[in-house]
């Protein structure tokens, strides 16, 4: 079972960047898919991007594309979510999540089996 940790959660202006990192511990990362949402204050979760074993990308919305990359780094077990061109609307706490086993491919939230506490990340005008 795995356990993942998001960091990298901060305060940025409009239009700067930000790198979220999701560690994982207890399993091996590269077995598995993870994919990165997000909730904002008083909405519901969203799916911002997936990435599979094999470096397949999935991007759930035509904005995030473009904005947004996703990336692992196996050896280091860990999760890259590479922010650009941030909006005040891009705020709120994001989370990283694997599926319920190794060997399945992205999906939505609901498809998805362990989680991270989350990291916030605030966009100020």
């Known amino acids: 079972q795995l356990q993942l940790v998001e960091s990298g959660g901060d305060l940025v202006h409009v239009g700067g960047s930000l790198t979220l990192s999701c560690a994982a511990s207890?399993?091996?990362?590269?077995?598995?898919?993870i994919g990165w949402f997000r909730q904002a204050p008083g909405k519901e979760r969203e799916d911002v991007l997936c990435?599979?074993?094999?470096?397949?990308?999935?991007s759930y919305t035509d904005f995030m594309k473009g904005r947004f990359t996703i990336s692992r780094d196996n050896a280091k077990n860990t999760v890259y979510l590479q922010m650009n061109n941030l909006r005040v609307e891009d705020t709120g706490v994001y989370y990283c999540a694997v599926p319920h086993g190794p060997g399945y491919s992205c999906s939505g939230s609901y498809g998805m089996g362990y989680w991270g506490k989350g990291t916030l990340v605030t966009v100020s005008s």
């Open positions: 207890g399993g091996t990362l590269g077995h598995f898919a």
């Open positions: 990435i599979d074993r094999a470096g397949g990308i999935t």
